[in-house]
């Protein structure tokens, strides 16, 4: 573990002990994207924004606690986009357009749910993203974010990004409880990404300090990661020239 991996799991550490002992989240949070409470209420408050009411398609991470904005999402009508579970796929995306689902729309926006009812789809497949939903453990007011060390997330926008589906136009929101959001500095890597936007029950944060990567960072990946996700290793297979750092 890098110093850098070493200072983000610090960060992860004391925001989820402090969630847990304050209450506000449920008591397996710990090593997960925390569901809290009055997540409805973020939902709602994301559903106020005219970022959100002129989006048309958003793409949300699957974690339970983002459960409510995905349902609204079904429910106003946007095409709705979930990674399929650690991208295990080279159609790495489902697709749920609520026009066309066979499940009630609370239904078909949990995880088990979209395996059931959704079309799988590959990056070439999907339009433009207006709105970028992504889970956090914790956030900042500069738009920094840390997730819970996976690394999905970050693949998933840079895949997005290289396809051109991710652009300046799109705008990343984190819905989190006002507990994730700290004001300590949060360590970033070449290959994280900054949010737009952290919603939270209470407030709404605009954050202008606008950080993406280019696209996909080859060179913090490990051929084992790569190898896992189809999809990046048919890339690979396609950029032969580039090494890898393991």
Known sequence: MTDLDQAKAAVRDRVWRHLLAQGVVPDDSYG???????????????????VWKDARTIK????????????????????LYMAVPRMASLKPFYLLDPAALS???????????AE????????????????????????NRTG??????????DLEVALLIEAGLVSEATTIVAPVHQLQVIDE???EAEHDFRVDLIVTPDEVIP??????PRGIVWESLTKKKVTEIPVLEKMFDARSSTPFFD
């Not at 920094?144 to 997330?153: F, H, N």
């Open 60 to 79: 949300a991470n699957p974690d339970w606690a983002q459960l409510p904005v995905r349902t609204r999402a079904l429910q106003d009508g946007k095409l």
């Open 103 to 113: 499940l009630p729309l609370e239904e078909a926006a949990e995880k088990k749910g």
């Open 144 to 153: 920094a974010r840390i997730g819970k060390g996976a690394g999905y997330s």
């Open 32 to 50: 997960t994207i925390p569901g809290f409470h009055c997540a409805e209420a973020t939902a709602e408050r994301l559903a106020e924004l005219e």
């Open 185 to 187: 500095e949060i360590p």
């Open 116 to 139: 059931m009812t959704a079309q799988r789809i590959g990056v070439d497949e999907m339009r433009p993203i207006d709105v970028v939903v992504c889970g956090s453990v914790a956030v």
């Open 207 to 212: 954050c202008e300090e606008r950080r993406r």
